[in-house]
DNA sequence: CGCGAGATTGACAATGATCAATTAGCGTGG
DNA sequence: CCACGCTAATTGATCATTGTCAATCTCGCG
């Protein structure tokens, strides 16, 4: 069962997550780990993946590090539109649009694999149950981004620090990357308030509020959640739109 | 050409849609049509179609009428995350799901046609072109969700109502439903506050302001842009988002 | 020890929310 | 035809949240 990556491997957190999302045949998960193997890179932090405007030709997948997606506006008001966590396909299938609409930079070094059209292509005609997991994973990001946007329209700047930082425990579980109730967080502050819609002085404020209040410990890019239910009620989390798969 | 509904018919909208976005082949849009035109179906306005956590077994593509996906937290805050216009398909591949993270309510009464999960999925199968356009929507769709997100996060409240407004015009053109410039604007003031993020009282001040600067005139359900690309620098609108299908 | 990035603080300004009426438009029943 | 009742739009007054500006502080690193 190596080949799809239950106990190790580079490719250990695509599997654990699609185990978590949608779990593959034995045939398609092997493929799938063969592909990766072939397209191994490495980025250092800060390096821009893709730039808003360019033409996207092949799919990567992240096997460790964080990214995020952010767009710019003219005037300099940066907007981080999502994380791309471990595991998590950077832009399947966005090579049928022109150009991307937004950026990718790494926040961390990242380890990740490309995959080129035509291969992924062929890896999705051949392997059906890979395909649904690849559109299962799209729609799954759809929700995550709904719910940013309810995040950002409609909850006070305490409750979206708060929910964010659930989200990201949650997103972080089914790859394996919360040690008890702590994980990792290697972002700024800069980046949590432009992914929060607040300044970086607001956004400082209101860690220091849930500090306060007990709900969280953030230092040296750990997060430790102490009661988990209590954050996400301080959030209004709901717990739907995560688990959002199929159980058959 | 009658069969892909250039020229009328009750799809005519889907086509112009598809037309603009991912020309279909003559027969993969005839089969598409076929497919429509077994699952027509009406509903009036203020009905709900799907609510949140409901199971989802079929795709409904809108044929006339508008309506809006939306999230609404425990204390009654809502959040209207998108709205869907005429030719727009409510959730492709949405069945891979266990449920529907969001409801989908209509704003006016609505022509839409359902098509079972069996039947859209035995559909893509034989119609790859339809696949391939299809799944572009979805990616489309997930294009204008991000710019909601920097909508939300980082313009101010003139210029998410303008930006708003840019984009409505911008997906209504390709569908055919502007008239020189203006374009219906079904919805109420309280629902425009819900999609941008502010509170009636001041979504109402906003779009006087708007009013008042000679931008816009909206009366009647009708919104008028007298110059679009004034209002366009208002809203700091980037036009790329919208624009990105693949040439070939 | 000095530098630089990131975190933190204080003072103040501004954007947008809330509360509470009031007005306008429209369809219905008498 | 008109009063009533409803929904949506509008207004005024006030309050709260969040942004801005300008320092200062901390800490790892050469």
Redesign the pocket.
């Known amino acids: 069962m190596r080949a799809h990556g239950t106990e190790g491997g580079v490719a250990q957190a695509v599997f654990r997550r699609f185990n978590a999302l949608r779990p593959l045949p034995d045939e398609d998960a092997a493929a799938l780990e063969h592909a990766i193997l072939e397209g191994l890179l490495r980025a250092g932090p800060g390096e821009d993946l893709i730039t808003e405007g360019d033409p996207v030709d092949s799919v990567r997948i992240v096997l460790s590090g964080w990214l995020f997606r952010h767009k710019t506006l003219e005037d300099g008001r940066r907007q981080i539109v999502n994380f791309i966590l471990p595991g998590e396909t950077c832009d399947a299938h966005a090579y049928l649009l022109s150009t991307l609409d937004h950026s990718i930079t790494t926040a961390t070094p990242v380890a990740y694999a490309e995959i080129k059209r035509a291969r992924f292509e062929q890896l999705m005609a051949a392997h059906h149950a890979l395909a649904e997991a690849f559109m299962c994973e799209t729609l799954l990001n759809n929700a995550i981004q709904r719910e940013w946007i309810v995040n950002l329209g409609r909850r006070?700047?305490?409750e979206r620090v708060a929910h964010l930082f659930c989200e990201i425990f949650e997103r972080l579980r089914p790859v394996g990357l919360i040690d008890g109730n702590s994980c990792s967080l290697p972002v700024?502050?800069?980046d949590l308030a432009d992914a929060t819609?607040?300044?970086?002085?607001?956004?400082?404020?209101?860690?220091?509020e849930l500090r306060a209040s007990g709900l969280i410990v953030l230092k040296d890019r750990t997060l430790t959640i102490g009661d988990l239910e209590a954050l996400k009620n301080a959030a209004m989390y709901s717990p739907g739109y995560l688990r959002l798969y199929r159980a058959k």
Do not use: K
């Open positions: 006070s700047a305490f700024t502050q800069t819609g607040l300044s970086v002085v607001h956004a400082n404020r209101t860690i220091q």
